[in-house]
C-alpha cells in the first residue's frame, strides 16, 4: 500500500541534543512537507521540497533542519538551538500541480524534550 | 502570509444532528484552495473537502458539505447526521494557487468537535 511512514512514533530528548525524525513516503510525490503541531494551535510549517537536493525555509524553521537526498525521504533534525522542540511534528507529501491535490499525512512523531 | 481563523475552539452536535464550524480567512489573491481536514484521537490527519475559489458552486462529500462565501472570505463546514465518529479536530487550511511555500497549507488554529449520544 502506498503512503507515509514517520518514525519514532514517540521520540524523547534530553536537553543540549539534537535528533533526527524520520520521513519516508511511496507515492512517487514530488512535494514534501514538514509541519509542527503545538495545543491549540493549527498546523505550522517549519520546511519543504519540492525536489530532490533542494528545500526552503517555512514560517518557524529556526531551530531545526532538513536534507532531500532522495524523493522518497525527507529526514527532520531538530537542534539544541530549537528552543522549545516538544511538539508533535507531522510530515507530509503530494504532487506539484495547481490543482486541488491533496497533502496526504503521516501519523506524526511526538517529540518530548526531558 | 495568507491567515485562516476558526472561531469556534470546541462545538458540540447531538448524534444525527447538524454541525456548522467556521472558518474565514484573508487573502488578496483571487484563485486559491480551501480545505478541511479532520484528525481523530489517532491524530492521523484526514482530507474532509475541498473547494476551489473560482468554483462557485459548494463542494459536497456525502455527509459534509460547505458554504463558501468568496466576497465574505468564509469557508464553513457543514456535517449532517452527525454519528460518534465524526468526533475530531477539524482543521480549516487554505492554499495559495501560485504555489506560495511551494504549495504548502495554511492552517487555522481547529475546532474540537464533540458528538454525544
Known amino acids: 500500500d502506498g503512503g507515509i511512514t514517520q518514525s519514532p512514533k514517540y521520540l524523547f530528548r534530553k536537553e543540549g541534543q539534537n535528533v533526527t525524525l524520520s520521513c519516508e513516503q511511496n507515492l512517487n510525490h514530488d512535494a514534501m512537507y514538514w509541519y509542527r503541531q503545538d495545543p491549540g494551535q493549527g498546523l505550522r510549517l517549519i520546511y519543504y521540497s519540492q525536489i530532490v537536493n533542494d528545500f526552503q525555509k517555512g514560517d518557524i524553521a529556526e531551530g531545526y533542519s532538513v536534507s532531500r537526498e532522495k524523493k522518497e525521504s525527507f529526514p527532520l533534525t531538530v537542534t539544541s538551538a530549537q528552543k522549545n522542540p516538544t511538539a508533535f511534528y507531522l510530515c507530509a507529501s503530494s504532487v506539484i500541480d495547481k490543482g486541488l491535490d491533496e497533502q496526504f499525512f503521516g501519523p506524526g512523531t511526538r517529540l518530548t524534550v526531558l | 502570509a495568507q491567515t485562516v481563523t476558526q472561531s469556534q475552539p470546541e462545538m458540540s452536535v447531538q448524534e444525527a444532528e447538524t454541525v456548522t464550524l467556521s472558518c474565514t480567512y484573508d487573502?488578496?489573491?483571487?484563485?486559491?484552495?480551501l480545505f478541511w481536514y479532520k484528525q481523530p484521537p489517532s491524530r492521523q490527519m484526514i482530507l474532509v473537502i475541498r473547494q476551489e475559489a473560482y468554483k462557485q458552486q459548494n463542494a459536497t462529500e456525502n455527509r459534509f458539505s460547505v458554504n463558501f462565501q468568496k466576497a465574505a472570505k468564509s469557508f464553513s463546514l457543514k456535517i449532517s447526521d452527525s454519528q460518534l465518529g465524526d468526533a475530531a479536530m477539524y482543521f480549516c487550511?487554505?492554499?495559495?494557487?501560485?504555489?506560495?511555500?511551494?504549495?504548502?497549507?495554511?492552517f487555522g488554529k481547529g475546532t474540537s468537535l464533540l458528538v454525544t449520544p
Open positions: 487550511a487554505y492554499r495559495s494557487y501560485f504555489g506560495d511555500s511551494g504549495y504548502a497549507l495554511n
Open positions: 487573502t488578496s489573491e483571487s484563485d486559491y484552495y
